[in-house]
C-alpha cells in the first residue's frame, strides 16, 4: 500500500505565485512527516519537519490528521525554489520509513 | 567535508558479478539507513541500523543484499549476482537520536548499472 502520496510529478508557477505541493499519507498511529529537497545536482536535504512547527525559506507545512495531509506551501514562489520535493513519513516506533514519489516543483521567471 | 559520504560515486558491473559499496556516515550519528532510487520515484527504504545493530530489513531486500555495520561506524551494502533490475541509485543517510532530532543527513548517492 501506498504510505506517502504526492499526487503532481510536475508544478509549475511564475515567481511570485503562490505554490501548494500536497501531500497525503495513509499511517496509523503517531508517524512524524517530513519534507525533503534536492536541488539540481545536490544531495537530498530537509526542509521541514512537522514537529518543529517553523518556516523555512518561506515554506510552511501543517500536519492535518482528519485529512491525513502534509501539504508544503509558499505564498511567493522564487526561482531558486525549483526542485524535487519529497514528502517522506517515518514512525520509528516500528522502524518504518516511506517517501513519496515527488513533485518537480518549476518556478518560471 | 563533514557530511555523509559514499563510495564508490559511480558503479558499473556486469550481470551476475558481485559489488560492494560503502557509507561512511557524520561521526556521532548512531543511525544509518540504505534507500534505493530508481528514475522517477522516491527513495525506497532497503535497511537501518542503530549502532551496529540492524532493526529493519525491507521485503524489498532480497536474499542477494546484505548490509552491515561492524563497529558501529561506517556500513557496507553488498549485492551478489547482480541483476539489470538492481540498476539503480543507492542513498545512504545518518541521524542522531543523542540531539533529540531524527533528521536524516543523506549522502550523494552511489550510481549502479548493470550492464
Known amino acids: 500500500a501506498q504510505r506517502v502520496t504526492q499526487p503532481e510529478k510536475l508544478l509549475s508557477v511564475f515567481k511570485g505565485a503562490p505554490v501548494e505541493l500536497k501531500c497525503n499519507y495513509s499511517y496509523s498511529g503517531s508517524p512524524e512527516l517530513f519534507w525533503y529537497v534536492q536541488y539540481s545536482r545536490q544531495r537530498l536535504q530537509l526542509l521541514l519537519r512537522h514537529i518543529s512547527r517553523e518556516s523555512i525559506k518561506g515554506f510552511t507545512a501543517d500536519l492535518n490528521k482528519g485529512e491525513t495531509s502534509f501539504h508544503l506551501k509558499k505564498p511567493f514562489a522564487q526561482e531558486e525554489d525549483s526542485a524535487m520535493y519529497y514528502c517522506a513519513l517515518v514512525a520509528y516506533n516500528f522502524n518504518k520509513f516511506y517517501f513519496g514519489s515527488g513533485t518537480k516543483l518549476n518556478v518560471k521567471p | 567535508d563533514t557530511g555523509v559520504s559514499q563510495d564508490p560515486r559511480h558503479k558499473i558491473t556486469k550481470r551476475g558479478q558481485n559489488v560492494t559499496f560503502r557509507c561512511d556516515p557524520i561521526s556521532e550519528h548512531n543511525r544509518l539507513y540504505w534507500y534505493r532510487q530508481t528514475l522517477g520515484q522516491g527513495p525506497e527504504f532497503l535497511t537501518y541500523f542503530q549502532n551496529e545493530a540492524q532493526l529493519e530489513k525491507s521485503r524489498l531486500l532480497s536474499d542477494r543484499f546484505s548490509a552491515e555495520r561492524p563497529k558501529g561506524s561506517f556500513s557496507t551494502l553488498e549485492i551478489q549476482r547482480t541483476e539489470q533490475g538492481d540498476s539503480a541509485m543507492y542513498l545512504c543517510?545518518?541521524?542522531?537520536?543523542?540531539?533529540?532530532?531524527?533528521?536524516?543527513?543523506f549522502g550523494p548517492g552511489t550510481r549502479l548499472t548493470v550492464l
Open positions: 543517510a545518518s541521524s542522531s537520536t543523542g540531539t533529540g532530532s531524527d533528521t536524516q543527513y
